[in-house]
């Protein structure tokens, strides 16, 4: 059975930084893109970072460009999401996922992945 579970959430105050981790166990996905989401209460989930399955190209929505960094350790089966200067709209559950697909250009995409994690709460407060 594939699973991707997700660790590193917790409380943080403004300004601070938290890694989450997302380990793969059933498979490897070292040749799986891999991707993290978020959601927000009362909001759609959305793309927040994605990796290749090479580690070579990464991709970023635009709110977290410059404070997020997703790397990924295929010996391990993990890939990262750094967070440094949060913000409280940063506030939501994140999720990692895994997709099958090769194509780079649709990788902020939610349907194109085919595994997800159970998600780990994020909270920054002010």
């Known amino acids: 059975q594939v699973q991707l579970a997700e660790s590193g959430g917790g409380v943080v105050q403004a300004g601070g930084s938290l890694r989450l981790s997302c380990t793969a166990s059933?498979?490897?996905?070292?040749?799986?893109?891999m991707g993290w989401f978020r959601q927000a209460p009362g909001k759609e989930r959305e793309f927040v970072a994605g990796v290749s399955w090479s580690g070579g190209t990464t991709y970023y929505a635009d709110s977290v460009k410059g404070r997020f960094t997703i790397s990924r350790d295929n010996a391990k089966n993990t890939v990262y999401l750094q967070m440094n200067s949060l913000k409280p709209e940063d506030t939501a559950v994140y999720y990692c996922?895994?997709?099958?697909?090769?194509?780079?250009?649709?990788?902020?995409?939610?349907?194109?992945?085919?595994?997800w994690g159970q998600g780990t709460q994020v909270t920054v407060s002010t």
């Open positions: 996922a895994a997709r099958t697909t090769a194509v780079m250009l649709t990788m902020t995409m939610a349907t194109t992945y085919e595994y």
């Open positions: 059933g498979r490897s996905f070292s040749r799986n893109g």
